[in-house]
């Protein structure tokens, strides 16, 4: 996806400013009602949520000029998810993802990860 700053991609109805304001409200992982919060602080890996943050990491990072700010606030985001996901499967950890089910984790394997991991590339 391709975003333009103050114009929605074409079927979005997103802007780079809103897709921008996404990460932001997730970086600050107390702002209810975000992925990172429902992750980091609820222990719950909310897909509905976590799909349209991709989303918008991919409109943010998918700037012909992407600032080292936007950069960096992408990548905070994805590394948090990756960390929670590292504690969730490490023996040692107390952190659980308590929905983690197969289901769940064969979608992140197959799909959202392989999003990340692209996008970490950027």
């Not at 975003?3 to 702002?31: M, Q, W």
């Not at 799909?51 to 000029?65: H, N, R, S, T």
């Amino acid at each position: 996806m391709s975003c333009e700053a103050g114009k929605p991609p074409s079927g979005s109805g997103r802007t780079v400013e809103a897709a921008r304001e996404n990460l932001r409200n997730n970086k600050n992982d107390e702002i209810e009602g975000t992925f990172c919060h429902a992750l980091f602080e609820d222990r719950v890996f909310d897909e509905a949520l976590l799909v349209p943050l991709i989303a918008d990491i991919e409109c943010v990072l998918g700037q012909d000029a992407v600032s080292p700010e936007d950069r960096r606030l992408a990548h905070w985001v994805m590394m948090g998810t990756l960390r929670c996901l590292f504690s969730h499967f490490d023996a040692n950890d107390l952190y659980k993802i308590e929905n983690l089910d197969a289901e769940v984790y064969g979608r992140w394997s197959g799909d959202y990860f392989e999003r990340f991991r692209a996008l970490m590339s950027r």
